[in-house]
């Protein structure tokens, strides 16, 4: 006799609507990336995405806080590189804090949604 698969809940995708900008999964990500890697660009290729649209993401991000987010150093011999500044680290800790909690809370309607899915 076949099991039947277990019934996944969905998850989460959460953007936070400030009236001065908005942050949501991709932001984030870029600055995740952005730490890992230790620059705009390399942060964008990691995540597909131009150089111009990480940095127009990276200065959004520093002018709707009240202080800059990602601080980068500007290229040359040595090469340039970006970082999180503390003020990025809180931000991406409450945006991962606020997604957990979320998530927690909408489990068991999203589980009771999941139920009433067509399954393959």
């Known amino acids: 006799m076949k099991r039947a698969a277990p019934i996944e809940a969905g998850s989460?995708?959460?953007r936070i609507d400030f009236p001065q900008g908005r942050i949501g999964p991709g932001k984030i990500a870029l600055m995740e990336?952005?730490?890992r890697e230790g620059s705009i660009s390399a942060a964008?290729?990691?995540?597909?995405?131009?150089?111009r649209r990480a940095w127009d993401l990276v200065d959004t991000l520093n002018k709707l806080?009240?202080?800059p987010v990602v601080e980068a150093a500007t290229g040359g011999y040595r090469g340039g590189g970006a970082t999180?500044?503390?003020?990025g680290r809180?931000?991406?800790?409450?945006y991962?804090?606020?997604e957990r909690a979320a998530q927690r809370a909408a489990e068991?309607?999203?589980e009771a949604l999941a139920r009433r899915l067509k399954q393959d």
Do not use: F, K, Q
């Not at 964008?44 to 150089?51: I, N, P």
């Open 84 to 87: 999180l500044t503390d003020a």
């Open 90 to 94: 809180r931000l991406v800790a409450d």
């Open 96 to 98: 991962r804090a606020i």
């Open 44 to 51: 964008g290729r990691a995540l597909a995405m131009s150089y």
């Open 12 to 14: 989460l995708s959460l």
């Open 65 to 67: 806080l009240d202080e």
């Open 108 to 110: 068991p309607r999203l």
């Open 33 to 35: 990336a952005i730490d």
